[in-house]
């Protein structure tokens, strides 16, 4: 990914405007009953975040007047900002250790928001995960260090499990 590409929280941000404009609470309240069962974020981060993006270029902010409150910033999703947000939905989860966030948030954005592709992303991140696997096995056959031997092996079986857990996303053949 290129260096102008968000973190990843901030991608999925954006995929909560895809659908519409939305104020800075309405997002907050719309990240925490979404995603909030797999990733804590905090309203200030929230907020840090869209600044992030407005800066690059990702979103639009129009102040809205409301009557008897003080006035609102309300979120746009820019072309750029769509195709960040479809760029990075996209793509397999490289690292174990950000499977149980990211890889959970695209599945989520591809649900809620109704997109095809969930199935290649699937078979993607099992082909990804599997070079993963007979990586390890082969840096397991070649070692004679018992510790790293271990090390191997339990993160052979945390990528084998993951596996077994795509397999159950996929609908039956």
Known sequence: MADTAP??????????LVSSPKHGYELYQEFCSGLGRVWQLGRSKLYAQLKHAEEAGWVTVETELQENRPPRKMYRLTP???GAFLHWLHQATPNLRHIRIELLARIFFFQHLRL???DDLIIRQKELLQ????SLAKKAAETDDSYWQLVLEFRHGQLEAVVRWLDGCLPPP
Do not use: K, V, W
């Open 7 to 16: 973190p990843a929280i901030q991608t999925a941000l954006l995929g909560f």
């Open 80 to 82: 750029a900002g769509e």
């Open 131 to 134: 070079s993963r696997i007979d």
């Open 116 to 118: 095809p592709g969930l």
